[in-house]
């Protein structure tokens, strides 16, 4: 089934105004579930031209989707919306974008793995407030503007009043928006799977079945530990098995399933290393929290995805 939504432009009145930064998998996704609603304009802050948005959705269904495509950052003013999904490494380029893109009323939800959202991006959006999320969709780009959705797409936000608006902006595009009290264990669970997945498949550069080798299980449980020590001590409530629920969990993942980190480094890509492993070794190294497994780790990460650095 081919689904076509095409926005009325710039000016509607009543319409919410949202720009989206980093228009890839998350953001491709979002941005065409928002104009699905009918009742946002969205703006694709982009490098290059888009010319729309095609999502596959898991059931067969096809979305498209049109978005006003801005390439210059001098061309944009203050919304009330900004979604931003690029990975978290390139949240400092897109700096000249939420400059423009941010004024006192403007919320700014945070697409991105970790739990370092606030400290990460409220330095660069002014009287913006930053909303932060865990997002839970799996999604790969295709090619641009095409983008495959792996499950329903789900964000967690915290139940808070930016957080209830969110979920209302949301509402009829095809993404849950669920609310949460206890944020802080909600992200840290994320990361806990995160620094396990992401990190061996990488550094391996084989798929999920790469945990079924004991050793490699090990490891997995090994970097989980870690993270869930640093996030109780960081006031998340995880269970105490956790690490061998996620390696249980990865072990059953179908054959063909990888990381976006896997999919970045057989690419030759900069890897999102930094706010999943680093993330947990700057914790662990505030509270105190040995963390050797995830240092080196990220030691390994950062010499595969910045070998022109490495001397
Ligand atoms: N994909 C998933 O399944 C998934 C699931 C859960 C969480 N996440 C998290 O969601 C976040 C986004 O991931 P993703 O998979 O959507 O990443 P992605 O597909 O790589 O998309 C990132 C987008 O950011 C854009 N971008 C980067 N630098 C830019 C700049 N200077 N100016 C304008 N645009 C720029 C890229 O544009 P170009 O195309 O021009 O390079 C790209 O389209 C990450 O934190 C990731 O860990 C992803």
């Known amino acids: ?69 801005e390439f210059d950052p001098a061309q944009v003013s203050a919304v009330e919306w900004v979604v931003l999904a690029t990975k978290a490494h390139q949240t400092a380029a897109v700096a000249p974008w939420l400059d423009r893109l941010c004024g006192a009323g403007t919320r700014v939800v945070v697409l991105q793995n970790g739990v370092e959202h606030l400290e990460r991006v409220a330095p660069l959006v002014g009287a913006a407030r930053v909303l932060p999320a865990v997002v839970e969709i799996g999604a790969e780009s295709l090619r641009r503007g095409h983008v495959r959705l792996f499950d329903r797409p789900r964000i967690t936000v915290p139940e808070d009043d930016d957080g ?85 969990q990865l072990r059953a993942m179908p054959a063909e399933s990888g990381s976006s980190m896997l999919w970045d480094r057989l690419a030759g890509r900069a890897l999102e290393y930094d706010a ?26 950062a010499a595969v995805s910045e070998p022109d650095d490495v001397t």
């Open 276 to 301: 999943r492993n680093g993330a947990v070794v700057r914790a662990g190294a505030r509270l105190g929290i040995p963390t050797p497994y995830n240092e080196t780790v990220t030691a390994l990460l």
């Open 1 to 69: 089934m081919l689904l076509k939504t095409i926005p009325e432009w710039v000016g509607s009145v009543g319409m919410t105004h949202v720009a989206v930064v980093g228009v890839g998998a998350v953001g491709g996704v979002v941005a065409a579930g928002l104009v699905s609603t009918g009742r946002t304009e969205v703006t694709a802050c982009v490098r290059s031209p888009l010319g729309g948005l095609r999502i596959d959705w898991p059931e067969g269904m096809t979305q498209e989707a049109s978005v006003f495509e």
């Open 164 to 248: 209830a608006e969110f979920a209302a902006l949301c509402r009829g595009s095809g993404i849950t928006v669920a609310l949460t009290g206890d944020f802080v264990t909600a992200a840290w669970m994320k990361l806990c799977l995160n620094v396990a997945n992401g990190a061996v498949t990488a550094l391996t550069m084989r798929r999920m079945p790469v945990f079924a080798q004991p050793g490699i299980a090990e490891l997995g449980r090994a970097l989980v530990e870690e993270a869930r020590q640093v996030a109780a001590a960081s006031g998340a409530c995880l269970p105490e098995d956790l690490p061998d629920q996620i390696v249980a």
